[in-house]
């Protein structure tokens, strides 16, 4: 006996010695955030109002000004500290009246909508018979000679947002390059119902500027079905579009003040602003509500994090960028070294399967690439933990960890070495709404809504909270 109690001893203070782990940690928390979150109806009831009460924000217009100004006075009375509304300028640029017309081989009206930032058409219009591409090589072996004085479609193959969504940025300039006077473009999804999907393009600076516009894909099946037997189709399309100067806007932020290190800094949050169409329900109101709501019950369950927690509503997301670059350009570098961690949700609101981190893989969210550089990747220590707080999500299946993460809000951060967070979902409906009248409040499940409400708590907390910086493990 007497040679056994010292080996029974040492065992024990083994035992005791070994770290506890952050799953283990941190899991009475997380069950409380979780709980909490899917018995919450106050962040419905938040996305409702901004859906039906304010509706569509796009960068420039009154209605983006009033969302701004409700989001900061929910934050002030969810009891946020610090809640502020710096300034950011940003682009302004107004749709006005549009329509295409398919004027031979019948009379009929297409299903369209202009591309954001496109220029106008004549007040007459433009009238062109139309060519038809699959893709950039098909529109190069073309060549001047064809496509000058056309209106070119773009009809390439739905390979998912990122790898399809350069047809939308790129064809107008493209085009113009060979001769053409417009650029019609297969809408950014993989099914429809003559449902049109706007979204940003992008001009070559020495190319010249040609109206664009994107067609449902009812219509740019049956015109490219007549043009590859012989049919010649001529269109007319008319656009009011029209750049302003830039205008006056803001980013909405505020915080949970860290205990112990309130200089450091998780920040999460999504985009205020909104295509002109549709409520903006799922990109990004459902990302905004959801990431200030995950921070709202840190606050109501009475959390004080190690580190501060901040919640920024970013704008010009959708035609610019200019929200995030705002936000890197008023912390600074000095306080940029303290951001612990950026999340951003702008992927939709349908149930959460866990979270992209830390590079290696494609920046995307709910299929759309994200970032606009590669981001290094995670050390294997970094990983492993971003595992560990995964497993706290189990519960709800929503707590995958998989290479990328990021987005577009906090790429400025990313390429500054923050580590980068992700909300990956399902996404299987996303696409058909984004960029269109059908993204609105009645496409929100609220169980899936809660159930990220949930993950973004859990994940913003546990990085807040943790006795280290996920960065700082190698």
Known sequence: MKKTLPLMFLAG???????????EKYRDTAD?????????????????????????????TQSLERAIAWGAAEMKEAGLENVQTPPVKVPHWVRGNESATMLAPVVKPLTMIGLGMSVRTPKEGVTADVVVADDFDQLTAMGHDKIAGKIVLMNPEWKGYGQTVQYRSSSASRAAQLGAVAVLVRS???????????GSLGYIDGMPKIPAAALSLEDTAMI???????????VRLMMEAQQLPDADSHNVMGEI??????????????HIDSWDIGQGANDDGSGIMATFQAVALIKKLGLQPRRTIRIVFWVNEENGGAGGRAYR??????????????IEMDGGAEKPVGFGFGGGGEE???GRRRTAQPVPPASPAA?????????LLASIDGGAISPGGGGSDISPLLSDGVPGFGVRTVAAHYNDWHHTDADSFDKIVPSEFQANVASLAVMSYVLADMPDRIGDLK
């Open 13 to 23: 203070a083994l035992v005791a010695a070994e770290p506890i782990s952050i799953t």
């Open 32 to 60: 409380k955030l979780i709980a909490a979150a899917m018995a919450d109806q106050e962040g419905l009831r938040r996305l409702q109002y901004l859906c039906d009460r304010i509706g569509n924000r796009l960068s420039g």
């Open 188 to 198: 950014m999804t993989g099914r429809s119902l003559q449902t049109p999907h706007t």
């Open 224 to 234: 490219a079905r007549l043009v590859h037997t012989g049919t010649p189709v001529r």
């Open 257 to 270: 003040r860290g205990r112990e290190k309130p200089e450091e800094v998780v920040v999460l949050g999504g």
């Open 329 to 342: 350009e008023m912390v600074g570098p000095a306080a940029v070294k303290n951001h612990v961690a950026a």
């Open 364 to 366: 995307r969210a709910g």
């Open 383 to 391: 990983v492993q933990r971003a595992v560990e707080i995964g497993k």
